[in-house]
Every structure is written in C-alpha cells, then in structure tokens.
C-alpha cells in the first residue's frame, strides 16, 4: 500500500457537481441525459453499483475496486451503495481506494459522487480474519460499555446509538471520506420484529434516527434512511409489515417535519419481486391502497433498488421481448429502472464482462411513460 490509501476525500455530492458528471457523462460519453434522475437537486444515474457479493479476499477486493472505477469513469453511474458488512468492511475499503484512483486520475472531484452505506448488522473487520465477529463485537463494544450483548437481535443486528455511531465512523474511515451522501439502517424491523414488539421497536429506532441526526448536524453525514427487504412489500395485516407514512413521522418528531433526513428507502424490486410496483399495501394522509413507489413519492422520499437480477437467477428465466430489447440483462434492468418513482436499481458486479454488459443499458434512455405502460403489458401477460 502506499501514501494515497491514507488520503482523506473532503466534501460531499452536491447539485453542481452531480449535473457536472451528468453534463460529462453526456456531453463526452454519449450516455442520454435521460438516464439520470433529479431527487433533491442531485442528478443521480438511474443504474448504481452494488457491492454486496464476493469472498473477502485480495482477488475480489481489487475485482470490486475495478469495476467501481471503471463504472464511474464511464459516464454511466455515479451511484455507489455499500454497507459495513458487506465482505466484512472490504466492500467499502475497495470502493475507498478506487475513489482516490478517481480523484487522482482526475476523473471526478468528490462532489460528483452519490455514496451510501449501511449499518446495523455485525460484523468484524475482513482485514483481521483471525479475529471472528463476536469476538471483534467483545473487544470493541461489549467489553467497553459502548452496549451490551443483550443489544444483539436474534437476526445479529444492531440499533443501540453507540455502535450507530461507531459504524459511522469506521465506513468513513473505510472509504477516506469526511462525509458520507447517505446512511441507511439496515434491515433493521426485519431483523428486530420477532425480539420485540412493534411500540419497542420504534423506539429503538428513534433512537438511531437521533443518532443520525447528530451526525447529520456535525457533517460526518447528509442524509439517512431504511433499507429493508420485507417490511414494505407485505401486507398491512402481515407482522413484517410497516408503513412508510409512519417511519417517515418518527423522523419529523426527531428531525423536524421540514429539517429531517430521512429521505431515501432500498428495497428489492426486480420481476420476481414486484410488489413495489403491484402491491397496494400503503396509505398517505387520507389516500389508501397506495404502492410503495406511490407512497414515496408522496412523502418525497427517494427510492433505490436492491437485486434487479435476482443474483443471477433471472437470467435464467424466459422473459418476453420489449421495447426492442432481446438482451436477458437489458430487459431486467430496464424494466425496473424505468418505473416511476425509481431513482436506480443498485446492480452487483465486479467481474470485468458483467460490468461491461450492465452499462450498456446506461447507454439506452429509460423508457417514457407511454412505453414503460406498454412494457408492463407484455411483462403482465408473459408472466
């Protein structure tokens, strides 16, 4: 390693510098201005890269760091999603260095970029293997006092402040950032419901949003959220369920009904899982029987998307032709990228040919409204 890992990346994406990558990504890298989306005066690709799969190891590591280079440097994503967890902080510490490669190539300056972790889940730190999660869990918060075993849910997540607030810290200093665009909790009801009850669990949760909110009032954050996997594609008679609407008030007792950060949701999206786009399971002020998407948009909360290919299993499925696509990836990621309310799928890949087939729909606008409703139709009728 040398002098550059240790650098720190100061700054933040801002509205000038997101249009700037766009104005780039248009301009120099032919990609349709219609491929990015504008969610709170940030222009934001609508295709993000997703680091959650891979061996924590040296191979994968420097895989990760590539294909986070290479799908910024080509104009198509400047959305990166992470979490502390993933390869057990390596994910980040690779998306870390391939910022700094970015930014010393010239490539990009720090505000041009959309960067969102997670945390909650334990984990231990993939750079030290010898040292097992409870075991790092012991050492760096139960044995200090910062919580206690008692505050680890049976699905091995985490809610108490202290850990909130140290997990923080140590993504930032996993990427060399001073300020991270978004911090979401993650799956944190899905990992909580069965523990404790719903009244509990909320909070618990404010708890965190104050935690968030700190961060967010000394700069070390901009903006938090929730990702999930369950929660908001249940019925509202289902235990797993929650209403955003009401996620949404804990932030404004918290935050303040104008001030709030909480801003932006993740969950799976892709045509397997389709319930944020059919499933009417949600209610605004007086308006039921909303989608996710709609409620979203409602409540002015942004939405990202989790395993648009399912893993790799879709690409194993029959899918009907659209739009002129005839490509397995370009049908599944088209689909949901183009859906209202959607700023991006977040797509996992690291390996050289993967990263080059999925920006190649980054090359494509997003379907308009009158093909996107179309497109439902032969998906609806294939199905």
């Known amino acids: 390693m040398n002098d550059t890992n240790f650098k720190l990346l100061t700054g933040f994406a801002t509205s000038v510098g997101t249009k700037n990558y766009m104005n780039t990504a248009v301009k120099n890298k032919g990609k349709p201005a219609a491929h990015f989306r504008v969610f709170d005066d940030l222009y934001l690709s609508s295709m993000g890269i997703g680091t959650y799969l891979g061996e924590p190891n040296e191979k994968d590591d420097r895989l990760i760091e590539d294909a986070v280079y290479n799908s910024i440097k080509s104009g198509g994503m400047n959305v990166v999603d992470t979490a ?95 300020t991270l665009d978004l911090v979401y909790s993650h799956n944190s009801f899905e990992s909580w419901y069965e523990d404790v009850s719903r009244e509990e669990f909320f909070q618990f949760l404010s708890k965190a949003f104050e935690a968030y909110e700190e961060y967010r009032a000394m700069g070390k954050i901009r903006y938090y959220g929730m990702a999930t996997w369950t929660c908001f594609r249940v019925s509202p008679d289902s235990k797993e369920y929650l209403s955003l609407e009401e996620i949404t008030k804990i932030a404004e007792k918290v935050g303040g009904s104008q001030r709030h950060g909480f801003r932006f949701i993740q969950l799976p999206y892709n045509l397997a899982y389709s319930e944020a786009f059919l499933l009417r399971n949600q209610s605004v002020g007086a308006e039921k029987n909303l989608t996710i998407l709609e409620a979203a948009k ?86």
């Open 84 to 178: 502390i967890n993933y390869r057990a902080m390596k994910s980040e510490k690779s998306i870390g260095r391939a910022l700094i490669r970015l930014i010393n190539d010239g490539i990009i300056k720090r505000d041009q970029v959309f960067i969102s972790t997670k945390n909650g889940y334990i984990t231990n730190d993939g750079d030290y293997p010898e040292v097992d999660v409870m075991e790092y869990m012991q050492r760096m918060f139960i044995s200090n006092g910062l919580m206690r075993a008692e505050d680890i849910s049976s699905g091995y997540n985490v809610l108490n402040p202290n850990f909130i607030k140290r997990c923080i810290d140590k993504s930032l200093a996993n990427m060399h950032l001073t």
């Open 298 to 383: 409602k409540l002015n909360v942004g939405v990202f998307t989790s395993i648009p290919l399912f893993q790799g299993r879709l690409l194993r499925t029959k899918i009907p032709d659209y739009g002129g696509l005839t490509d397995q990836v370009s049908k599944l990621l088209q689909i949901v990228r183009s859906s209202p309310s959607v700023i991006a799928p977040l797509v996992g890949q690291k390996k050289p040919n993967h990263v080059e087939q999925n920006l190649k729909v980054c090359n494509i606008p997003p379907l308009d409204a009158k093909e996107y409703k179309k497109a439902v139709e032969v998906l609806l009728r294939g199905n």
